[in-house]
């Protein structure tokens, strides 16, 4: 192959990808919250849930939704375990019986207590300084807002 064709596929290389490292960043943190989120029983993805349920306490599934970008599909069996697990109720909405509201229990309220450590715990697993984090912060949530148009 010429040096043509060689550039040609410089689009195709893994070290060319923003994707890639946002995607290997994302799924080793996950992987480090793991021995934290097991002593709560619960998965990240039920954690994100219910940071959001101990700020609002009470929450359409639409709007949760919105607010970890997961889809319906995703999201109910997570609704769904919580629930089961005595965190939060589900139930319809009495001004309007289309939408599905999600409500945190006085147990959910409780696990807040014990989930608070985590933040502090994960910290040390990420080596960045303080501003670093800030500016990362920023450019995720950048990213996130034009992907989400």
């Given amino acids: 192959m010429n040096d043509t064709n060689d550039k040609k596929y410089d689009s195709l290389k893994l070290e060319n990808q923003l994707c890639f490292p946002l995607y290997?960043?994302?799924k080793e943190v996950v992987r480090r919250y793991r021995p934290f989120l097991s002593e709560l029983d619960m998965t990240y993805t039920q954690y994100i849930a219910m940071m959001v349920l101990w700020?609002?306490?009470k929450i359409s599934v639409k709007d949760l939704g919105g607010r970890l970008y997961l889809d319906s599909g995703t999201?109910?069996?997570v609704v769904k375990s919580l629930e089961s697990k005595g965190y939060v109720t589900r139930?319809?909405?009495s001004k309007d019986e289309r939408v599905l509201m999600?409500?945190?229990t006085e147990e959910g309220e409780a696990l807040k207590d014990k989930a608070v450590q985590v933040p502090m715990q994960m910290s040390g697993c990420i080596k960045l300084e303080?501003?670093?984090a800030m500016v990362l912060y920023k450019t995720l949530y950048k990213i996130l807002d034009t992907l989400s148009l």
């Fill in 24 to 26: 290997a960043c994302s």
């Fill in 55 to 57: 700020e609002h306490k």
């Fill in 75 to 77: 999201l109910t069996p």
């Fill in 91 to 93: 139930h319809r909405s």
């Fill in 102 to 104: 999600v409500e945190l």
């Fill in 130 to 132: 303080p501003e670093e």
